[in-house]
């Protein structure tokens, strides 16, 4: 089965300092993803999904908690110490639509694209790049 942000930690399987974590991320990915599947299956309306979680993905990954609506900061542990990285976080999450639509997810749930932020946070912090000043240890 495809499993979130496969793109990203197959590759990293292959390199040898990496394996360990990218193991375990992959364990990760598929376990949440499958949870996801069972409670969130997908609409068939491919045009609008895509422009509804486009939107949520913009208004959930916003740095700082928004007035209204869900937040990433609700799903990401230490949300605010990886926020100055939203723009990439935001970017590995909409990069995954597709792949979680044709899992069956529905992209358009709250949920769904929380734990996509989740998931995209501890690929990136893992097997990513660093670009914060926070984070200032360049590749791990």
Request: proline share 2%.
């Amino acid at each position: 089965m495809s499993y979130l942000f496969q793109g990203a930690v197959e590759p990293a399987i292959e390199v040898e300092l990496m394996r360990g974590n990218a193991t375990y991320l992959k364990g990760l990915c598929e376990k949440k993803t499958r949870a996801l599947v069972a409670a969130h299956g997908r609409d068939f309306n491919a045009h609008d999904d895509y422009e509804f979680a486009n939107n949520l993905i913009r208004s959930m990954g916003a740095q700082f908690k928004p007035k209204a609506g869900g937040w990433a900061g609700e799903y990401v542990n230490n949300w605010r110490m990886v926020s100055s990285n939203a723009g990439i976080v935001r970017g590995m999450v909409a990069a995954e639509l597709h792949t979680a639509y044709k899992i069956g997810l529905d992209i358009r749930s709250e949920e769904v694209i929380g734990e996509m932020f989740d998931l995209a946070v501890q690929v990136w912090s893992t097997i990513g790049e660093y670009t914060g000043p926070s984070q200032n240890e360049g590749r791990r």
